[in-house]
C-alpha cells in the first residue's frame, strides 16, 4: 500500500533555531517527492521537487534531502522565523498515475 | 506563474442548502483539476479527478450524487455540494496541473472554508 509517514507530528521551536522534518514513503513506483507548506486556513504552496536522482535541493532556507535507497527525506529549515509557523506536508507521487499521495504534515510553531 | 484561485474563501450554509465552489486557473489552462477536502489537523484527502469536457472520476466513498462537478472550460471547474449537512463542513481545496506536466506538479487554491449550521 502506497503510504507516507512523517514525524514529529508537532515541533516547536524558538526563532533564529534550526529543525528538521521527516518524511518515510512506501510508494511504488516513485516519480518524485515534494514538500509543501501550508499556512492555517490556506492552501499548500511547493517548496521542493526531487526526482529519484536528486538528493538535495534548497529553496532559500529551506533544504529538501532524498535517499531513494532507504525512501527517506527530510527538510531542513535553517535559522527559524516567526512565518516559518505552519504544516508541512510530504508528498509523493507514482509513475503513472496523476494522484499525490500525502502525509499527515508536521505541525511546526515558532515561538520568539 | 500558476496561480489558482477558489470563491468564495468562506461561506456558511443552512442545512439543506446547496453550496457551489469555483477553482479558476488564472494564467493557464488547466487539463485536469483536483478536489480535496481537509478536516481539521489531517492531510488532504482527494474527492474527485475532473478533466475538461468530462465526467468527473470520484474517490471510494465520494458520493458523486452529493457532491457534483463541473468542469466546463480549461480554466474554471466547479464544486456544488448538495443539501450540505453539518458533517459536511471542511476544508475544500482544488488543484489544477499545467501542461506540459513536469513532475505532474499540482497547483492549490488558497481553498475554501465551509461551515453548515
Known amino acids: 500500500k502506497n503510504q507516507v509517514e512523517q514525524s514529529p507530528q508537532s515541533l516547536i521551536i524558538l526563532e533564529g533555531k534550526n529543525c528538521t522534518l521527516q518524511?518515510?514513503?512506501?510508494?511504488?513506483?516513485?516519480?518524485?517527492l515534494r514538500w509543501y507548506k501550508q499556512d492555517t486556513g490556506r492552501g499548500p504552496v511547493s517548496l521542493t521537487i526531487?526526482?529519484?536522482?536528486?538528493n538535495t535541493k534548497s529553496n532559500g532556507r529551506y533544504t529538501a534531502t532524498l535517499d531513494a535507497d532507504t525512501k527517506q527525506s527530510s527538510l531542513h529549515i535553517t535559522a527559524s522565523q516567526l512565518s516559518d509557523s505552519a504544516s508541512y506536508i510530504c508528498?509523493?507521487?507514482?509513475?503513472?498515475?496523476?494522484?499525490?499521495?500525502f502525509g499527515t504534515g508536521t505541525r511546526l510553531q515558532v515561538f520568539p | 506563474g500558476a496561480v489558482v484561485s477558489q470563491h468564495p474563501s468562506w461561506v456558511i450554509c443552512k442545512s439543506g442548502t446547496s453550496v457551489k465552489i469555483e477553482c479558476r486557473s488564472l494564467?493557464?489552462?488547466?487539463?485536469?483539476m483536483f478536489w480535496y477536502r481537509q478536516f481539521p489537523k489531517q492531510s488532504l484527502m482527494l474527492m474527485a479527478t475532473?478533466?475538461?469536457?468530462?465526467?468527473?472520476?470520484?474517490e471510494q466513498g465520494v458520493e458523486k450524487d452529493k457532491f457534483l462537478i463541473n468542469h466546463a472550460s480549461l480554466t474554471l471547474s466547479t464544486l456544488t455540494v448538495t443539501s450540505a449537512h453539518p458533517e459536511d463542513s471542511s476544508f475544500y481545496i482544488c488543484?489544477?496541473?499545467?501542461?506540459?506536466?513536469?513532475?505532474?506538479?499540482?497547483?492549490f487554491g488558497p481553498g475554501t472554508r465551509l461551515t453548515v449550521l
Open positions: 488543484s489544477a496541473t499545467k501542461p506540459p506536466h513536469s513532475y505532474n506538479e499540482q497547483f
Open positions: 518524511c518515510n514513503y512506501t510508494v511504488s513506483p516513485f516519480s518524485n
Open positions: 526531487m526526482t529519484f536522482s536528486e
Open positions: 508528498v509523493v507521487s507514482a509513475r503513472n498515475t496523476d494522484k499525490l499521495i
Open positions: 494564467d493557464f489552462q488547466a487539463t485536469t
Open positions: 475532473s478533466n475538461e469536457g468530462s465526467k468527473a472520476t470520484y
